[in-house]
C-alpha cells in the first residue's frame, strides 16, 4: 500500500536482544503459572483487517503473540527508544515496527501501542514513517480519539523538507478519514497543491477528492475545483494532470447541489479546450491516465466532421498501444464519434478488428477474455464483417473454458453461406471434446447455425450421427436440438424420426432431452409405431420422474397421441390424467385438471387447444432484447460487456453514478434528497412483443409464410372418449362477452368515439418525489414512442438545463435529470389544469448523436394519453438555442 513491502521482505531479520529475549521467557513462565494458560486462546478483534488466521498452537516464538502480555511488551520497548538518538536505535525501531505491522496484518488488535508508535515517529527515517503511517490509518478510522495525536506529527512531516516525506504525510492525513479531523486537512491541501514538488501535487489533487468523500461542503467552500482546474491546464507534470482531472470527474459527477453550475462544470470539462489540451499531451500520460482522456473525449461532442477526422488522425497511433485497456478506449472514441456517419462507421469497424485480433492472440487468457468480449459485441452488431476471420476464432487445445464457449458463441454469429461448412466442421470436432460443457456449447452452436436456414441438409446429417456416439449428455443436446429443427423444418420429420426411433427412453436420462424425446413421442406418434406404448412405459414410471418439466411434456404428449392414435392411447391417457392429478407439483395438477375438465366439455374443443394446426417456427425469440444490446454497446469498455447485462444490473445503488437503477423490471427509485436518481424502464418494439409470449402463442400468432410447411394432426372418432370416470366434475360455464371488434364483424357497426377534451396544464403543478416513484411502480405506459429531432433542439441539448428551462415554460416540470452527453435522460411530470389528482409522468431518453428521443408516458386517465402526447412532442420540437 505505501511501497515499503520491498524493503521489508529484503531486509534481513535480525536476533531478538537478549532484553526481548528474557521478556518472553517471563511471558511463558507466567503462562505456565497461570490456570488460564490451559484455555484455547482468546479471538482479537479484526479491525476492518483480513480476518484472523486460526489459532495456533501456544508457541515462544515472539511473532506468534497470544495475549495481551505481547502487545505491552512491545508498547514497554517502543517507549523505551521514543526519543533515542544512540547509535542503532533506527535499527531497533524498525524491527519493533515490523512487528506491530506483522500483528496488525494477521487480525491482532495493537491499537493499544498507539501513542508509542506516534513517539517513534519522530525520525528522518523513510521506511519508519512508512510503516507508523500505515499504522496510524489503519486505526484512525476505528479510534477517532486516537487519531487526534497523529496531528500534530502528521502537519510537521507536510512542511518537511524531503518531498517523499512531505507527499507521504499528505497522503497519510487525507487518508484518515475521520469527519472530526477536517479542518486540519485543508491547509496541508492548499500548500500541497502549490508544492513545488510533482510528487506532492499529485497526492494533493487525490487528496481534494477524498476530502470531498469526507465533507464535500468544505472541499467545495475551500474552492479546491477551481484550483484544480486550473492545475490540470497548468502544470508540466502529466502524472499531475491525470490525478486533477480524474478529481473533478468524480466530484463533479458525485456533486447534486446547484444544478446550474454542476452543468457548467460539467460542460466545462467538455469543452473544445480542455480536450484538446488533454489529447495533445495524451503521449506524456501512462496508460491509466491514457484511459481517463480517451474516456473524457468519448463523451465530447465535436462541433462538425472535420473535427472528427482530426481527434482520430491524432489518435490513431493510439490502435497500435500494447495495453489492450488503451486500445480498447481508443476504439470507444472511435465508434462513439462515427456513429451518426454510416460510412466512416463501417470503416472503423475495418480498422479496428487487426488491433484486437492481435490482442486476442498475444496476451494471456484473461486479457483474451475480455478482448473477445468486446470483439463478440462488435461481431453482433456486424457480423458480416467479421465472417472472413474466422479461423481467428478456432479454439486451441490450451485455452481456458470460458475462452473456448466465447469463441463458439462468436464462430455462431459470424456463420454464412460461404464458411458454414468449415465452421461445421470445425465444431462437430469440438463435440468429441473432453470437456463435458464445450462438447454441450458445440451442439449447441451448430443448432444455432442451422436455425439461421445455413447447409440445412448437411448439418442434420451430422448431428444424426450425434446420436449413435452413446453419450447421455451428447445424446440429450442433439435431441433438444432435433425437437427445435422439427419445429422450424418440419419437412425433416420421416429421416429424424427414423433415427430418434431406435433410441431408448432409459438411456436418455438427463430432464431436458427426455422432455424433448417426449415431445417428438407425441407430435411424431403417427410416425412412429410405438409410440403409445414407450408413453405407457414413461407412464408406469411417473413417480421416480423427479423433473416437473418431463411430467408437463407427458401430459401434452399423451393428450397429442390420443387425438391420432385413440384407440392405443386412450388407456396411457387415463393414467396419465389420474396420476396428474394426484401429482404435488401445483403445475403439473393444474395442467392435468384443465386436460381433463377440457375432454369432459367437448373432446373437438380440447384437440383444436393442445393439437391445432401449426405453422413452422420462422424466428425463434433472442435471450436479449435490442434495447439491452444497445445499452450494452453504449457502456463499451467496461464490465457490462463481460457481463453481456448493463451496468444497472449488477451494480449497487451508491456506485450507479447519475442514474440509479433498482431493479431489471424498470422500477423507479428517487431519493427526494437528490434530484439525479432516474431508473431506466424496460421498452420492447414491436419486434420484441415475442418475447412475452409462450412457444405456442408465438407460433399461432405468425402469418402462414409457406403452405407446404404447415402440417396438422389426422381425424379421430369422437365416441373413444378415455376411462376417466374416476372424477365427476361439472362443467364452467363460459361467459360471452362479444367485444367491439366482434360487434364491428357483425356488422353491427361500432359507437363513435368522442374527441379527446382539450388538455390544459397546470403551470404550478407540484409532485414531490416520494409520489412519483410511488405513481410510476403503480401506472402502465400508455405512450412509448420515439421522435427525431430538429438540429436546433441537438444543438440547444449542449446544455440540459435549457430544455428543463424550455420544458417548464410549457408546465412541464423536471423531476429528475442525468446523464452525459450523447446519452441523457430525463423525467418529467405535468398536472392537468383544475384537477389536484390527474398527473403526467414522462420518461424521456435522448441521444443526441443520433438526434432521436424516446418517450414513455404514464398517466391516471389513458383517454388523455394521446393528447398529452401531442403536447409534449410539440414542446420537444420547438427547443432550440436560446
Not at 500500500?1 to 529475549?21: A, D, N
Not at 490482442?359 to 486479457?367: A, D, H, K
Request: proline share 7%; glycine share 4%; net charge negative.
Amino acid at each position: 500500500m505505501y511501497g515499503f513491502q520491498g524493503t521489508l521482505v529484503r531486509t534481513k531479520p535480525k536476533p531478538v536482544s537478549p532484553k526481548l529475549t528474557r521478556s518472553f521467557r517471563r511471558r511463558a513462565k507466567r503462562e505456565l503459572l497461570s490456570p488460564s494458560a490451559l484455555l484455547p486462546p482468546h479471538p482479537h478483534p479484526t479491525d476492518g483487517m483480513a480476518p484472523p488466521a486460526p489459532n495456533p498452537p501456544k508457541s515462544s516464538s515472539p511473532s506468534q503473540p497470544s495475549g495481551k502480555s505481547e502487545v505491552t511488551d512491545l508498547k514497554l520497548q517502543l517507549r523505551q527508544l521514543a526519543g533515542s538518538i544512540a547509535p542503532g536505535s533506527d535499527d531497533s525501531r524498525r524491527e519493533l515496527f515490523k512487528k506491530v505491522i506483522s500483528f496488525m496484518t494477521v487480525g491482532i488488535d495493537v491499537s493499544a501501542a498507539f501513542s508509542e508508535m506516534v513517539m517513534c515517529s519522530a525520525t528522518s527515517d523513510v521506511v519508519l514513517k512508512k510503516m507508523c503511517y500505515l499504522y496510524v490509518c489503519n486505526y484512525a478510522r476505528s479510534n477517532p480519539d486516537l487519531a487526534l495525536l497523529t496531528i500534530n506529527f502528521l502537519q510537521k512531516d507536510c512542511r518537511d523538507e524531503d518531498p517523499m516525506i512531505r507527499g507521504l504525510a499528505l497522503r497519510s492525513l487525507s487518508s484518515l478519514r475521520v469527519a472530526n479531523l477536517v479542518e486540519y486537512l485543508v491547509a496541508p491541501l492548499t500548500s500541497g497543491l502549490r508544492d513545488s514538488s510533482p510528487y506532492v501535487r499529485m497526492v494533493a489533487a487525490i487528496g481534494v477528492l477524498k476530502l470531498y468523500h469526507i465533507s464535500p461542503s468544505t472541499c467545495l467552500d475551500s474552492d479546491f475545483p477551481a484550483m484544480l482546474k486550473s492545475l490540470m491546464l497548468n502544470d508540466p507534470d502529466a502524472q499531475v494532470v491525470a490525478n486533477c482531472m480524474s478529481s473533478l470527474q468524480e466530484i463533479w459527477n458525485l456533486e447534486a447541489g446547484n444544478l446550474e453550475e454542476v452543468s457548467r462544470e460539467r460542460e466545462a470539462l467538455l469543452s473544445k479546450q480542455v480536450v484538446y489540451y488533454l489529447l495533445n499531451r495524451i503521449r506524456e500520460f501512462n496508460e491509466w491516465a491514457q484511459c481517463l482522456v480517451l474516456e473524457l473525449a468519448s463523451k465530447y461532442i465535436p462541433s462538425d466532421s472535420n473535427e472528427i477526422f482530426d481527434i482520430m488522425n491524432l489518435l490513431e497511433d493510439r490502435l497500435q498501444h500494447a495495453n489492450s485497456a488503451v486500445v480498447l478506449a481508443t476504439i470507444k472514441l472511435f465508434l462513439f464519434l462515427t456513429m451518426s456517419m454510416a460510412d466512416v462507421h463501417q470503416q472503423v469497424y475495418e480498422r479496428i478488428k487487426a488491433p484486437l485480433l492481435t490482442l486476442v492472440s498475444s496476451g494471456g487468457p484473461e486479457q483474451s477474455f475480455a478482448v473477445l468480449s468486446h470483439l463478440h459485441l462488435l461481431v453482433m452488431r456486424a457480423p458480416i464483417l467479421f465472417s472472413s476471420d474466422y479461423k481467428h476464432f478456432y479454439c486451441q487445445y490450451s485455452e481456458p473454458s470460458y475462452v473456448k464457449k466465447l469463441k463458439l458463441e462468436m464462430l455462431t454469429s459470424i456463420a454464412n453461406e460461404s464458411n458454414t461448412y468449415e465452421i461445421v466442421t470445425e465444431l462437430c470436432e469440438y463435440v468429441a471434446n473432453v470437456d463435458v460443457s464445450i462438447s454441450r456449447e458445440s451442439i449447441r452452436a451448430i443448432g444455432k447455425i442451422a436455425l439461421q436456414q445455413y447447409d440445412v441438409n448437411a448439418i442434420v446429417d451430422r448431428l444424426l450421427q450425434f446420436l449413435e456416439m452413446e453419450k447421455d449428455y451428447v445424446t440429450a443436446e442433439t435431441l433438444v436440438l432435433v425437437k427445435d429443427l422439427l419445429r422450424k423444418y418440419p419437412q425433416w420429420s420421416h429421416d429424424c424420426i427414423a433415427v430418434v426411433g431406435n433410441i431408448s427412453s432409459k438411456n436418455v436420462q438427463e430432464p431436458k432431452g427426455k422432455a424433448a424425446l417426449i415431445w417428438m413421442l407425441g407430435e411424431y406418434s403417427n410416425d412412429m409405431l410405438d409410440a403409445p406404448y414407450i408413453l405407457e412405459s414413461l407412464l408406469e414410471n411417473w413417480d421416480e420422474e423427479h423433473a416437473p418439466e418431463v411430467r408437463l411434456h407427458l401430459l401434452t404428449a399423451t393428450m397429442k397421441c390420443f387425438f391420432k392414435r385413440p384407440p392405443e392411447a386412450q388407456k396411457a391417457l387415463g393414467a396419465a390424467l389420474a396420476a396428474g392429478l394426484a401429482d404435488s407439483h401445483q403445475d403439473v395438477h393444474d395442467r392435468a385438471l384443465f386436460y381433463y375438465r377440457l375432454l369432459q366439455y367437448d373432446v373437438s374443443v380440447a384437440e383444436r387447444l393442445v393439437n391445432p394446426p401449426k405453422q413452422a417456427v420462422s424466428v425463434f425469440a433472442d435471450t436479449q432484447s435490442s434495447e439491452i444490446k444497445d445499452r450494452i454497446f453504449e457502456e463499451f469498455n467496461s464490465l457490462s460487456v463481460l457481463y453481456q447485462q448493463p451496468a444497472y444490473m449488477f451494480t449497487d445503488k451508491e456506485h450507479r453514478g447519475p442514474f440509479e437503477f433498482a431493479e431489471e423490471l424498470g422500477s423507479l427509485s428517487l431519493d427526494p434528497d437528490t434530484v439525479e436518481n432516474v431508473i431506466p424502464v424496460q421498452s420492447y418494439g414491436s419486434s420484441d412483443n415475442d418475447l412475452l409470449l409462450g412457444s405456442f402463442e408465438k407460433e399461432d400468432g405468425r402469418a402462414v409464410a409457406n403452405n407446404d410447411s404447415a402440417y396438422s394432426a389426422p381425424g379421430y372418432s369422437t365416441s373413444l372418449i378415455p376411462d376417466a370416470d374416476f372424477l365427476n366434475l361439472t362443467t364452467p360455464s363460459i361467459p360471452s362477452q362479444p367485444s367491439s371488434v366482434l360487434v364491428d364483424l357483425l356488422g353491427l357497426g361500432t359507437p363513435d368515439t368522442p374527441p379527446p377534451p382539450a388538455l390544459k396544464l397546470n403551470p404550478k403543478g407540484v409532485l414531490d418525489p416520494g409520489s412519483f416513484q410511488r405513481k410510476w411502480g403503480q401506472l402502465t405506459t400508455t405512450v412509448s414512442q420515439e421522435l427525431a429531432l430538429n438540429p436546433q433542439g441537438v444543438a440547444a441539448l449542449a446544455a440540459p438545463q435549457a430544455l428543463l428551462r424550455h420544458m417548464q415554460g410549457r408546465s412541464i416540470q423536471c423531476i429528475a435529470s442525468g446523464g452525459q452527453p450523447p446519452n441523457l435522460k430525463f423525467f418529467f411530470f405535468a398536472q392537468r389544469d383544475g384537477e389536484t389528482s390527474s398527473f403526467f409522468l414522462v420518461e424521456c431518453l435522448i441521444n443526441t448523436s443520433s438526434a432521436k428521443a424516446q418517450i414513455k408516458i404514464k398517466t391516471e386517465d389513458p383517454s388523455l394519453s394521446e393528447p398529452f402526447s401531442a403536447l409534449f412532442q410539440s414542446a420537444l420540437t420547438e427547443l432550440s438555442p436560446s
